[in-house]
């Protein structure tokens, strides 16, 4: 682990690995780095892998605000301070929001985009205020306790199961409801960052039962690649390693290859 200190805040961050195009890799709401472990274990070997704990979370110092433009603000700085970019930005669940938003605003540092399993369907509902109120009321977790219960399928092991729970309930309620506490944004420009996203490589990674409408978000975009990960809940990641590094691998192809890439001034893979 390093420390990582920008704009204010010292960043828990895990860096390694070499090879591009590097891997920056975004925790989902109440979740850590830890989450993306088996991904850059599988995956440093060849590309650089960048995984952040986002303010409040892991060793990171709890400064707020906490809210997802801020995320995305501080990973474009915690990038430029590293020297990585452009790279895959890999979001699970809250984090592909904070990625759809780091793309809208520091594009040159977006390479392609990975959707884990993102709330799409609540984000654009107004779902996230509606979380945050309720966690800065009780002052805790708890009323997420059933929601998360709902991101476990039958075949989740037990201590991925006990570990995703007890690092989302263990959140301090100030910066688990400060994380969704801009949701109004999405609700707002949800399709429109979607659809700039669209524009990149971008792939839509689902657990069991997706947290987004894989045809809605088909209707909205032209190219998206949209993958289930079958016998996985929400953490599909965790529950699915091999899986998920293949579909990340397969990704990193996409990017190679895609000539959009090199219209945009992004180095292609030949240019390297």
Same mark, same amino acid.
């Given at each position: 682990?390093?420390?990582?200190n ?37 995956l ?8 952040i ?6 060793? !990171? ?18 990038m ?6 452009p790279a ?7 984090g ?21 399993? !993102?709330?799409?369907t609540?984000a654009g ?7 945050s109120?309720a ?11 059933n929601?998360?219960e ?14 995703? +729970?007890?690092?989302? +309930? !263990? ?7 400060g ?9 707002q420009?949800?399709?429109e960052?979607?659809k ?8 839509a ?37 091999q ?14 290859r ?15």
């Amino acid at each position: 682990m390093i420390s990582v200190n920008v704009r204010g805040v010292a960043f828990e961050c895990v860096d390694e690995g070499h090879g591009d195009p590097p891997f920056v890799f975004i925790h989902g709401w109440c979740c850590d780095h830890t989450f993306w472990q088996p991904q850059i274990d599988g995956l440093k070997g060849d590309h650089r892998c960048l995984a952040i704990n986002l303010r409040g979370r892991g060793g !990171s110092s709890a400064v707020p605000p906490y809210d997802t433009t801020t995320a995305a603000d501080d990973v474009a700085a915690i990038m430029e301070a590293r020297g990585i970019g452009p790279a895959i930005i890999a979001g699970h669940s809250l984090g592909g929001l904070v990625a759809l938003l780091l793309n809208d605003r520091r594009p040159e540092l977006v390479r392609g985009i990975v959707l884990g399993d !993102s709330p799409l369907t609540a984000a654009g509902g107004g779902g996230l205020q509606g979380a945050s109120e309720a966690v800065a009321a009780a002052g805790s977790m708890e009323p997420m306790r059933n929601m998360i219960e709902t991101f476990f399928v039958e075949d989740t092991p037990h201590d991925i199961r006990t570990h995703a +729970l007890n690092t989302m +309930l !263990s959140c301090p309620a100030e910066v688990a409801a400060g994380m969704v506490s801009n949701g109004e944004v999405f609700v707002q420009r949800l399709e429109e960052l979607i659809k700039e996203a669209d524009k990149k490589p971008l792939m839509a990674v689902w657990g069991a039962t997706p947290l987004g409408d894989p045809e809605r978000l088909r209707e909205m975009t032209m190219f998206v690649r949209q993958e289930p990960v079958a016998g996985a809940g929400h953490f599909f990641e965790l529950e699915q390693p091999q899986v998920t590094n293949a579909l990340l691998r397969a990704f990193v192809d996409d990017v190679l290859r895609d000539p959009r890439s090199a219209l945009s001034g992004t180095p292609a893979a030949g240019d390297r």
